[in-house]
């Protein structure tokens, strides 16, 4: 058994989507979705230099236990109609509720990142902020198993309630 | 105060690397690195599926308290000379020590990952393994800040002792 492992946040997002049904799949069907990410006070010196990136890297606790459901090694995800392992899915009932979500940077105000293209619960704790840089996370041509012929709909995809516990 | 989050590890990364130093910084500079994640047994009915993707998202603590140095808020990275706020760096000082890597899935064995371009610590506690989605994740001309013109040189360079705490 490896030790647990804590982490303490450094914030809160601020989305307009306050349950999962309706929510975009990914920032890419997010389109022009508002957000903000509320960095604690203490922390804020840690933005600087971030203005001049185009995308953020957002790692966060996907912490709506009703709407992320109990963990499980397989589900359906929201673009396939068959089972797939959990970690072959970007469903967030997995083992550890972890979510990470790349969305566009618009303006650094004091502690607070304006985002555009989210796809996060209002008052997701966020855990960590990096830059995104092209030349590490950019692989246009990465083949993509079985969403390879479904990724494209991501982009009008919305979220139901599937993962949903039971009240 | 935003309440604490703990995750237990889903496995371990096994890579060539035992110190910071020497290691690639970044998966694109590590080229035929070989790794291995090692996922729990009882886990490992959720990693069907994976083995389609060219490439994951593996998500993880950054273990050692010494090599990965006490936290701060602005930190003169590995690309740069002056100090950039750490939120505008991949550096591994950061408020929570999670690193995300983005590495070659060569095979998939049981419950084992084979990977390549490997920059991970060897015995890396792993949190979550995601498949890599070019429609979600790859944005190959979004603008990077500061790393704009230096983005390329993190093909060579290898990372030294320099966030590496007193011992």
Chains 1, 2 share one sequence.
Not at 11 to 32: C, K, L, N
Not at 131 to 145: L, T
Request: with cysteine.
């Amino acid at each position: 058994m490896l030790p647990a492992v804590t982490f303490q946040p450094i914030g809160i997002v601020r989305t307009p989507w306050e349950t999962p049904e309706g929510m975009p799949i990914q920032p890419v069907g997010a389109g022009q979705a508002w957000g903000r990410a509320e960095i604690l006070d203490s922390l804020a010196p840690g933005l600087r230099d971030l203005e001049g990136f185009e995308r953020v890297i957002l790692v966060y606790e996907l912490h709506d236990p009703q709407g992320r459901g109990e963990p499980r090694l397989e589900v359906v995800p929201f673009l396939d109609q068959v089972p797939r392992g959990i970690f072959a899915t970007r469903a967030p009932c997995r083992p550890n509720p972890i979510g990470i979500s790349i969305v566009e940077l618009c303006k650094v105000e004091g502690n607070v990142l304006h985002l555009r293209g989210v796809d996060l619960l209002d008052g997701t704790p966020l855990l960590d902020v990096k830059p995104y840089v092209p030349r590490f996370d950019s692989f246009p041509n990465s083949r993509a198993g079985w969403f390879e012929k479904r990724q494209d709909r991501a982009t009008t995809m919305r979220a139901d309630g599937r993962f949903r516990s039971p009240e």
